[in-house]
């Protein structure tokens, strides 16, 4: 990495400010899936041998500036405890005198999480001064920061930025420099054998991966709503399919900007899809057969063997996103149908975005993935130049 990260500076025995990615589904206080904790260890674990004391912080979901007991990070101190095996305190405030009093009373390898920072509106506030006057608030009682937010990144926030014009050294934890070197690979591969797998639903929010890729790869499978999209930019009929004007203008624009290299973009040749206008029968059709008054859910048997003969042959692929309604049986069949090609590619493999990593558990192939990102929009936008804003903003190596 081209970053200094926690190995390169000299902070035994020192307050680090650890951000961390706790950003896990939650319902009713109970965590879904503690993967993003679980991927915080390395870095807390090699802190606490260096006899630092770790103040760790996240956010949680969307409070919009307000305290809301629902995104509590709670239950995430309890869970990292367990996964720790060792106390981990709590304090209900990210700053202020309950922080320092707090960090006060710690000791060398003692580890608190503090509550959410997106309970301040200044954590997320387009003004720049606001953002630096946070982060100042949350570097107070440390020493020096590390950014192990992969998934943030991509964001100057007071506790991504903002905290890095208070604290020196300010490096990288293992988690991004994991994801940073993991991606990397992926962006320098070969042209030749290099697939790019995208799906999903907008377009517009794929535009930079796609520019930045297509010409790099061989081959770049599109499925999910971005395919109906690319369909009715070119005067398909799409019928009720999902199909935003933002995604359409998107499409249009990378038809009238890729040249030569839309020749290896690939959409679906077939579909599932619904007649949601009339008894909800399920219909297979060819990819210019969608009607009015159906909508286009998932891509068809001839799609989801061929997107999976080109998985297979890949030196190297990276996946982004569900093929269809992947929530909604039957439309789940082409993400698993990818899903299972990902698992059983000899080559490098990469997958980001929830979807995605959600379907290579489910089909029991996510001990194979070379990779699984924990950042879909991060790992977008890094794949898009090679560099996220949170990162440029920690210490050379």
Not at 157 to 178: D, I, M, N, Q
Not at 270 to 280: F, I, L, S, T, W
Request: charged share 25%.
């Amino acid at each position: 990495m081209y970053k200094a990260t926690v190995r390169d500076r000299e902070i035994s025995g020192k307050t680090a400010l650890v951000r961390v990615d706790f950003n896990v589904p939650l319902k009713n206080g109970e965590i879904g899936d503690d993967t993003r904790i679980r991927a915080s260890v390395p870095t807390i674990e090699y802190l606490i041998g260096k006899g630092c004391k770790v103040i760790l912080c996240a956010h949680l979901g969307r409070p919009k500036g307000k305290v809301a007991p629902e995104f509590s990070l709670r239950p995430c101190a309890v869970r990292l405890a367990e996964v720790l095996k060792k106390d981990v305190g709590f304090v209900g405030d990210c700053i202020g005198d309950e922080v320092g009093a707090a960090v006060a009373k710690m000791q060398a390898g003692d580890v608190v999480l503090l509550e959410n920072t997106r309970f301040y509106a200044e954590e997320e506030s387009k003004d720049e001064a606001s953002i630096v006057e946070f982060g100042g608030k949350l570097a107070a009682p440390a020493d020096f920061f590390v950014n192990d937010a992969f998934g943030a990144c991509h964001r100057n926030h007071g506790s991504t930025y903002g905290v890095t014009k208070h604290l020196s050294p300010c490096v990288a934890g293992f988690l991004v420099e994991l994801e940073t070197d993991q991606l990397t690979q992926i962006l320098q591969a070969p042209q030749e054998g290099f697939v790019v797998v995208l799906g999903g639903a907008k377009v517009e929010d794929k535009i930079g991966v796609i520019k930045s890729l297509l010409p790099k790869c061989e081959t770049m499978l599109v499925g999910g709503a971005m395919s109906w999209a690319f369909f009715k930019a070119k005067g398909m009929e799409v019928g009720l399919s999902l199909c935003e004007p933002e995604s359409v203008a998107a499409a249009k624009d990378i038809y009238a900007t890729m040249g030569g290299d839309l020749k290896k973009l690939k959409l679906p040749t077939d579909v599932y899809m619904k007649n949601v206008a009339g008894d909800h029968q399920i219909k297979h059709a060819a990819a210019d057969a969608i009607e009015p008054g159906w909508d286009a859910l998932d891509i068809g048997d001839e799609t989801r063997k061929a997107y999976a003969e080109v998985v297979l042959k890949a030196a190297n692929v990276f996946w982004n996103g569900p093929m269809g309604k992947y929530e909604d049986k039957p439309f789940n069949e082409g993400t698993l149908a990818v899903a299972k090609a990902m698992g059983d590619c000899p080559g490098f493999n990469v997958v980001g975005g929830g979807d995605s990593v959600a379907a290579v558990t489910q089909m029991g192939v996510a001990d194979t993935i070379d990779h699984i990102s924990t950042g879909g929009g991060a790992s977008l936008e890094f794949l898009e130049d090679g560099k996220l804003p949170a990162i440029e903003a920690l210490d050379d190596k």
